[in-house]
């Protein structure tokens, strides 16, 4: 059992969840907890290596059990000591290395979502899980958009990783993989009403960041505009919240 804080492993687990150079140069991320590990195993996900605390319950036991049946090194550790390594305030009693390994880009693309500086980890987050409810096939990052792997934005996707491909790219990136497809720009308050727009076709959302919207570069590469009409009242939505929206209204139009 582990049970010092200096073990290397526990230093590992730390500065990936704390630092995104130190994920990049590992070529790993921290997955913590029993269902994010269980949407893993759905996926067919496997981690590199396994912590988790003695009295850890059944569900985790049996997660334990088939990670071990996979050949994936689990190892016990004391509660404090994994709960020093949680990039939460309380540690669930398992904490996982998974490998970054983005699942491929589609050939065939209907619906993309391009995050453009999105600096807040739970609004990405969110917005990978509601893409992934609503169809879309593929999120892009722009340059200054959240590390996709950062534990919050893991947390607040709530498995999506596992299921969607997504990738940081630079905008020259972002044109190639999305030639062919029609590319909206929403804004808070230009464009047509998104109610009013046809977007059956096969397109892609470009989302502006919480500050100060949609970039330059995602203007230049846009092709139309639309907005989600609101109370007067409102000054808007936030992005996670908007990119719910108009992904549900494109695949109600689309009668999906």
């Not at 804080?5 to 921290?30: C, D, G, H, M, P």
């Not at 540690?91 to 807040?120: M, T, Y």
């Amino acid at each position: 059992m582990i049970t010092s804080r200096q073990n290397q492993k526990i230093k590992r687990i730390k500065q990936l969840t704390s630092q995104a150079k130190f994920r990049k140069k590992e070529n790993a991320y921290v997955v913590e907890g029993i269902r994010l590990l269980e949407e893993a195993l759905q996926a067919d996900q496997v981690p590199e290596q396994v912590l988790y605390i003695p009295d850890l319950d059944q569900r985790g036991q049996t997660l334990v059990q088939i990670f071990q049946d996979q050949q994936v090194n689990c190892e016990l550790a004391a509660p404090d000591v994994l709960n020093a390594a949680s990039d939460t305030e309380n540690s669930q009693g398992i904490v996982a290395i998974f490998p970054i390994e983005p699942l491929p880009i589609p050939e065939q693309k209907d619906l993309v979502l391009i995050a453009d500086e999105i600096r807040d980890p739970g609004n990405l987050g969110t917005l990978m899980r509601s893409s992934l409810a609503a169809g879309a096939d593929l999120i892009l990052l722009s340059p200054g958009t959240v590390d996709l792997y950062s534990p919050k934005v893991v947390r607040a996707g709530m498995g999506a990783h596992f299921r969607l491909p997504a990738i940081a790219a630079s905008w020259e990136e972002i044109s190639r993989i999305c030639a062919g497809l029609v590319l909206y720009l929403a804004d808070m308050n230009q464009g047509e009403s998104c109610w009013e727009t046809d977007l059956t076709a096969p397109l892609g959302i470009i989302l502006g960041g919480e500050a100060n919207g949609p970039g330059k570069n995602a203007r230049e590469l846009s092709t139309h505009i639309i907005h989600i009409p609101m109370n007067t009242h409102s000054e808007s939505l936030n992005a996670a919240a908007a990119g719910a929206v108009l992904l549900f209204e494109i695949r109600r139009q689309r009668n999906l």
